[in-house]
């Protein structure tokens, strides 16, 4: 289970009140990784495509922020794993807004 | 005629004020979709109910919100405004070329005999047209792709698609205006464009005859005489009076002929309504004064209208999506302002009065009238 955090705008969004819980979300050879969850999460929540990542390219849009683990995982690959603790549902994986933007 | 609906998008959320026919108490609802941007929220013409508003931000981009109900609940339909086939280069500010990229939708224009069909505005300019109510956008890529596309520049506002006219009466013909390309008219229903922009006259721009290039703020048309066209261009009021074929300035006496919105009085299709702004960068009204102009003569003469309205130290602006009237008889006029204000006229502009006065910068302003 993959626990994901998401912005005030996007639970409004979506619906949803406190963080959202995906379950069996694997990525490519079973790895989680900042695609598979994405990928996961706008399945579960059509209305948020486009809303953090090109609908087309994929790539983040640029005041959207990856945080987990207190680390800044923006620039890493879409396709790298994500650390153990995310992938154990033990820390969330962050989504937020930059502090510019708004 | 139950009453009247405004709708008014702002820079950080909508809101729909409502009254009775007689205008004059209102119920301000909102903010819906508060801390993001509603470049514009309209209803459509044959069902009042729907509504439609363009959603953005800078951090999650763009959204399209519909109502069924009157604005009283809303939900996300589509927002993959893509570019159809090669997306090709327009002018950036310095002159080099710049692919086009999608930032926003800037307008959404109903159609007048289906509620589930609707075209949209875009910067990148672009337009796109969805039959099912939104939830799919289909670019109609002749415009973007006019021969004279790659020579088109940014204004101050980006490369907006901000005006869209369908004809009252003649099938296929839809009017656009473009910052800074200039007006454009399709007889058969998008497929192919015709710049529209003889008679215009830019100091801005090297060659004042050119094809493009002019920098047009908002043009109206009145339903009962689709051929006659009103302009507010960055300078300039202009009238056409064939469809956009030829165009003369018609400023007469106005204080600056720089401003963005233009109306055209509900039941007079000769009356017609501007804010003039001091100038290209003083975007604030002449003396501190708020006056809307009105002319009863098509342009050229011109009164200012003041009862109502601050007559010192005012320094808003109303921009250009932000004036409308409604079908009421009398006719109501409204505008809203940079300052968050709206205000509004149930006697033809006679008078002013606001219906609310501390809204965030107000983007778009749109009435209905309810059965």
Known sequence: ?102 | MTGVRVLVGTRKGAFVLTSDGGRGDWTVEGPHFGGWEIYHLTGSPVDPNRLYASQSGGWFGQLIQRSDDGGKSWNPVGNDFAYAGEVGEHLWFDGTPRPWEFKRVWHLEPSRDDPDTVYAGAEDAALYLSTDGGLKWTELTALRTHPTGPSWQPGAGGLCLHTIILDPTRPGRIYTAISAAGAFRSDDGGDSWLPINKGLRSGEIPDQDAEVGHCVHHITQHPSRPDTLFMQKHWDVMRSDDAGANWREVSGNLPSDFGFPIAVHPHEPETIFVVPIKSDSEHYPPEGKLRVYRSRTGGDEWEPLTKGLPQSDCYVNVLRDAMAVDMLDPGGIYFGTTGGQVYHSADGGDSWASIVRDLPPVLSVEAQVLP
């Open chain 1, 1 to 102: 289970m993959i626990r994901v955090l998401l912005p005030a705008h996007l639970k409004n969004l979506a619906h949803v009140t406190g963080e959202v819980r995906l379950e069996g979300v694997t990525g490519p050879a079973g790895a989680v990784t900042q695609r598979s969850v994405l990928d996961a999460l706008e399945a579960r929540y059509p209305m948020l495509l486009g809303t953090i990542r090109d609908r087309h390219s994929g790539k983040r849009r640029a005041f959207v922020r990856f945080y987990a683990c207190e680390e800044d995982l923006s620039n890493e690959s879409p396709d790298a794993p994500l650390p153990e603790e995310v992938v154990a549902g033990k820390e969330p994986f962050i989504v937020l807004g930059a502090m510019a933007g708004g």
